[in-house]
């Protein structure tokens, strides 16, 4: 590192490249099908989302979401045609045996477990019930379908599976005499929300914005990254010196070595993950976002205020700094933390996304890969890492880790900060559409290499690689999206399409161009300098 340099990246650019791995492009469908799931007549209905409003002595209280059940009515897709019911416990509240409560004309709520579904639903309807609510012993919503001995399915009523924490809130609600009123329906969401496009638009222009980043915006011989630093005056060898001490250069066994530690890391997320553990997070990407975005600021306004950007100012300790870059920080510091106060607000997402935008394009001018080996190497590796922990963790942990982990489950809820978020805006179920880091980070890490390779090489814009590889890049994050609709939603490792689509077309490209043997055993540092980089310098 360069001397006096600030050491706030030393701790949280390892961090960060852990942690990025651990979040994916997550997605919900309001309704999807099960080939796994037995069907039989009269048991074969799709798995439909249902949103239960709630009053709570004829005051509302915040919607649920529930699933409903391969048997039973379909509860209405429009508010408008659905019917307000009261609720009532089932006594016993397993309903395996006939309710002693009066169900006659109201919505029953029983827990799972000691008898099938449909012996439930069977029971509940036979007294009169004209719903049913299934509380869950777990957060997830499970599918609830027939067993191989069941040969009877007349059910006449919507049956609805509701999270354990919702079941437990109307539970209590009952238990205090309290009145409970519901609305089931299933509102249809869009095909394609305009925030699917805005976060596609995101993700690529980080990519975009970090590659050219020391073209246009910063001045890569100076002190960039070390704002708070002495104010000192070098030639330009020593200036070529910081450069390349303020970089961090991937070599194999690194990257190697990098996505073992992440899958431990991912472990002790899976394993023992809680609200405090979250806090840690939140509180670390908090510093690492306060240094991007002060990075980021400083470099931009320096462009605008010319010469007074050289201004500078002695502060004990430190000695003398910029007096751009005093000034600048504590309205970072201010932001970090008021996002941090905020971050369950509804516009929360806006500053967790300038936080992580500012520090992925921070780190992706830090952190390189000096060839196409090395990046074969770190992506095959994360290619492999993502369908294991997605896809074939199930097998093992009966769940899919990573899935787990993005959500939440194992902290009430609350996930970690390293993603991209934007709400829907014409979805009537609400939520968001995430990306996460690692998923920009990996690819961008790549797209990025190739831009300044066709720098140092003076490649044209149709000749080079960086075009082509961003093109693949947002044609992979597009197939994301076509796979989660393919897949009824289901959580998509994204570097299972984003891999090939970057690192493919490269390969690909550079063979046909007879340049790979260029390109794998590239040396960045080696390599010839760009005319307008020894101008700066």
């Not at 249902?50 to 979401?65: A, H, Y």
């Not at 397993?94 to 709520?109: F, P, R, V, W």
């Not at 099938?116 to 609830?144: H, P, R, S, W, Y």
């Not at 994301?480 to 939603?489: E, F, K, R």
Request: with cysteine.
């Amino acid at each position: 590192m360069a001397k006096g340099r600030k050491m706030g990246f030393d701790l949280s650019i390892p961090l960060l490249l852990l942690l990025v791995l651990c979040q994916h492009c997550l997605s919900d469908e309001i309704s999807n099908d099960d080939s796994l799931a037995p069907k039989s007549p009269g048991c074969n209905n799709l798995f439909q989302l249902v949103k239960v409003k709630n009053w709570i002595d004829g005051i509302e209280g915040t919607s649920m979401v529930g699933l409903s059940a391969r048997f039973g009515t379909p509860v209405p897709t429009n508010e408008d045609e659905a019917h307000r019911m009261t609720l009532v416990e089932t006594n016993p509240l397993n309903c395996c045996e006939n309710s002693s409560t009066q169900l006659s004309g109201y919505a029953a709520l029983s827990k799972r477990g000691n008898c099938t579904f449909t012996t439930k639903a069977n029971i509940a309807q036979a007294g009169g019930a004209v719903a049913l609510l299934v509380m869950n012993d777990k957060e997830d919503l499970f599918k609830m379908v027939c067993s191989e001995n069941d040969t009877f399915f007349d059910l006449k009523i919507p049956v609805v599976m509701i999270p354990k924490s919702a079941g437990e809130t109307l539970h209590d609600r009952l238990s205090t005499s309290r009145k409970v009123d519901l609305l089931l329906y299933s509102p249809e969401r869009p095909l394609v929300d305009i925030s699917e496009i805005f976060l596609w638009v995101m993700a690529v222009g980080t990519i975009v914005c970090a590659s050219l980043w020391s073209k246009f915006i910063a001045n890569e011989q100076s002190d960039s990254y070390k704002q708070l630093t002495r104010k000192e005056t070098h030639d330009i060898s020593a200036s070529k010196v910081e450069t390349e001490k303020d970089v961090m250069h991937i070599n194999s066994k690194a990257a190697v070595f990098f996505i073992v530690l992440s899958s431990i890391f991912l472990m002790l997320l899976y394993f023992f993950m809680a609200d405090w553990f979250i806090w840690i997070l939140i509180v670390l990407f908090c510093i690492g976002g306060i240094e991007g975005m002060h990075i980021c600021s400083v470099a931009l306004l320096s462009r605008s205020f010319g010469r007074y950007a050289d201004m500078t100012l002695k502060v004990p300790i430190v000695g003398e700094v910029s007096l751009l870059s005093v000034i600048v920080l504590p309205f970072c510091i201010a932001f970090a933390v008021t996002w941090a106060a905020n971050q369950h607000a509804s516009y929360a997402w806006i500053g967790q996304d300038v936080l992580g935008i500012s520090l992925m394009i921070t780190v992706l001018q830090i952190a390189r890969l000096p060839n196409i080996k090395v990046a074969t190497v770190l992506l095959s590796c994360a290619f492999v890492y993502d369908i294991f922990w997605v896809f074939i963790s199930p097998f093992i942990f009966h769940e899919s880790v990573m899935i787990v982990v993005a959500r939440g489950d194992k902290s009430g809820g609350e996930s970690i900060p390293m993603l991209l978020r934007i709400p829907h805006f014409h979805d009537p179920w609400g939520g968001y559409d995430l990306i996460g880091f690692g998923d920009i980070l990996l690819p961008g890490l790549l797209v990025a290499f190739a831009a300044r390779y066709d720098r140092s090489t003076k490649k044209g814009l149709c000749n080079g690689y960086f075009l082509w590889s961003t093109i693949g890049y947002g044609v992979g994050l597009f197939l994301t999206y076509v796979a989660l609709y393919l897949m009824d939603g289901q959580g998509q490792p994204a570097l299972l399409y984003l891999v090939p689509c970057t690192l493919g077309v490269i390969l690909i490209l550079s063979f046909l161009r007879w340049e790979f043997k260029d390109l794998w055993f590239y040396e960045e540092c080696a390599g010839p300098k760009p005319r307008d980089e020894i101008q700066q310098a």
